[in-house]
């Protein structure tokens, strides 16, 4: 059973697009996260959702839109896609304050 | 602001070799984490140290925690080819938010 998962793997569309991200747990955790890592492999936390509640929205262009509609759940919607969106999208969740944090695989985000 | 600081940034050593790959941060905090990512792959957690003096190790891996230096390392005790792959280390500040070193890319040559 896969305990994070993300669709889809990829995503490839055009600049302006629309497009969502779909990311759901099944450990039972708390809390979850979106991660932005980009092509120098660098890893940037951009929201956290505890308890379906938003808790870390850090400096993230508005067109990025998470949500949460139960605690396995978390989304992530994009508005007007932009080139420098391509990058590899991660979800994570963890438990309490102290607990690893569980990855998904990724979704390969590439803006033409 | 929290910064998290890694070095090397690439490391290229010779199975058998013991080598530490360090991690300083830049402010107080009670919890850093070690990861591991393998080229076009997920990150899986490693270690989780939450103490002042704390060494967790794992096979050929050893990592411990001085939060008064604000430095942690990772030592790889005679590493084999299997140990390839990017290490990251992460600081937390306030709670929930992970702060993410810059990546140790490790490769071990036969």
């Known amino acids: 059973d896969t305990a994070v998962s993300q669709t889809p793997k990829y995503l490839v569309t055009q600049m302006g697009n629309d497009k969502s991200i779909k990311c759901e747990q099944n450990l039972g955790h708390d809390t979850m996260y979106w991660y932005k890592q980009d092509s120098k492999k660098f890893l940037k936390i951009m929201f956290s959702y505890n308890n379906k509640e938003l808790i870390i929205n850090e400096t993230v262009p508005n067109r990025f839109s998470p949500k949460s509609p139960d605690k396995a759940h978390l989304n992530l919607h994009i508005n007007s896609l932009e080139l420098g969106d391509s990058a590899v999208y991660f979800c994570?969740?963890?438990?309490?304050?102290?607990?690893?944090?569980?990855f998904g695989p990724g979704t390969r985000l590439t803006v033409l | 602001e929290l910064k998290v600081e890694q070095n090397p940034l690439f490391l290229s050593m010779q199975e058998g070799k013991n080598y530490t790959i360090y991690c300083n941060y830049s402010?107080?905090?009670?919890?850093l984490y070690w990861y591991r990512q393998d080229p076009g792959k997920s990150l899986e957690s490693l270690f989780v140290?939450?103490?002042?003096?704390a060494v967790k190790q794992e096979g050929r891996l050893m990592a411990s925690l001085d939060t008064k230096a604000r430095l942690s390392t990772l030592h790889i005790t005679a590493a084999v080819h299997d140990l390839s792959a990017t290490y990251f280390c992460a600081v937390v500040s306030g709670t929930y938010k992970y702060i993410f070193g810059t990546g140790t890319r490790l490769k071990v040559l036969a």
């Open positions: 402010t107080t905090s009670d919890r």
């Open positions: 994570a969740s963890s438990h309490g304050v102290a607990g690893f944090q569980f």
């Open positions: 140290l939450l103490s002042n003096g």
